[in-house]
């Protein structure tokens, strides 16, 4: 089911667990850096998963890294009782919340789905998802066909100026300097 615009979510992570007695949660967060959940505020949550349940707004009233977690302490919920009651549930948050971007930046939200195109004018396939590696990020490329059915998967590094030459997102493209045959 499409979601549409004005009800868009974008998951940005986890409530993990309980952190003390004064209704403070651990929060498994996908941002980076992975506080910087924190930065964003109201928070949606939802229990019960992707399938179920409602999206319900709450604000944050304190947010902070905490060794290798963050911890939240949310409005309304005061006590470990009430802080356990949302183990497990997704935080998301809309498209608006986001940080606007220079010119030559980009969420990776935004490159998938994107018709990937070679110097010689040969299409690649679209942008399926990103990869984190240690030396950069790499965009994964296929065509209709996975490369489990047969079809050819291209790992392309995200390095603007030398393999991605330029994302248009308007036109829907990646124009890269990439061989058909990686």
Not at 50 to 59: C, S, T, V
Not at 61 to 81: F, H, N, P, S, Y
Request: charged residues 25%.
């Amino acid at each position: 089911m499409a979601m549409s615009a004005a009800n868009e979510k974008l998951i940005v992570g986890k409530i993990s667990g309980v952190y003390g007695v004064k209704g403070w949660v651990k929060v498994h967060s996908d941002t980076d850096p992975r506080e910087g959940i924190a930065d964003y505020n109201p928070w949606f949550i939802k229990q019960g998963g992707h399938g179920k349940g409602e999206w319900r707004q709450i604000r944050l009233e304190k947010g902070r890294r905490q060794a290798k977690t963050v911890i939240a302490k949310l409005e309304g919920v005061d006590d470990r009782d009430a802080a356990m009651q949302l183990t497990g549930a997704l935080i998301a948050i809309t498209p608006e919340q986001l940080q606007a971007l220079s010119k030559d930046e980009f969420y990776w939200r935004d490159l998938i789905g994107l018709r990937v195109i070679n110097r010689e004018g040969i299409e690649l396939g679209t942008v399926q998802r990103l990869m984190e590696t240690g030396a950069n990020d790499v965009l994964v490329v296929g065509g209709e066909k996975s490369a489990v059915q047969g079809g050819r998967e291209h790992l392309v590094p995200w390095t603007p100026g030398q393999a991605v030459l330029e994302v248009d997102l308007e036109q829907g493209q990646i124009q890269v300097d990439w061989d058909e045959d990686f």
